[in-house]
């Protein structure tokens, strides 16, 4: 099943709650929502994220955890309202999008998936408050994550060889 292509019927829409059901794709429709500022899609069986979720332009949550997610577009840079994005438990290999250029996130979820590298740019999202990134395959860390004004930070089970 997906999240049904006339969702742009619902321009208005500010919080879509489609959680644990058997959502497998969601429609580039989405990006018609304008007014959306939470996406719950968690615990379903989504492979691919539209890359029109970039014109949610009002979105501050993103819930995608628990999918069968490879990969995110790199569409998600252009969600500078984002505050939260919780993408763990997928399997993701990379992050996909410019992190440095979401400036408001404070919290990014990427545990339990098969990340190997964080990349420098990490150093610009100032907000960031917590950074979950256990159970990845990550061995190093950047120089530029010693920026962040963490109070959360996950690294569990990695094969990291020094610590940050």
């Known amino acids: 099943s997906s999240v049904p ?25 989405i990006g018609r929502c304008k007014m959306l500022t939470a996406l ?7 492979e691919q994220v539209p890359p029109a979720i970039g014109a949610c332009v009002a979105l501050e949550k993103l819930w995608l955890s628990s999918n069968r997610l490879a990969s995110l577009p790199f569409t998600l840079s252009h969600l500078g309202a984002l505050k939260t994005l919780r993408a763990d438990k997928n399997k993701l290999t990379e992050f996909g999008f410019n992190i440095g250029r979401l400036t408001n996130l404070t919290q990014l979820r990427l545990g339990y998936n098969s990340i190997k590298e964080v990349p420098e ?10 950074l979950g990134l256990e159970c990845n395959r990550l061995e190093a860390l950047p120089p530029a994550i010693g920026t962040l004004k963490l109070d959360l930070l996950k690294l569990d089970q990695n094969p990291i060889k020094r610590p940050p």
Request: proline share 0%.
């Open 5 to 29: 292509q006339y969702i742009n019927m619902f321009s208005q829409l500010k919080d879509l709650r489609a959680s644990d059901n058997s959502v497998a794709m969601l429609s580039s429709n």
């Open 40 to 46: 719950d899609l968690q615990r379903n069986h989504l």
């Open 121 to 130: 740019t990490i150093g610009k999202a100032m907000a960031l408050r917590e």
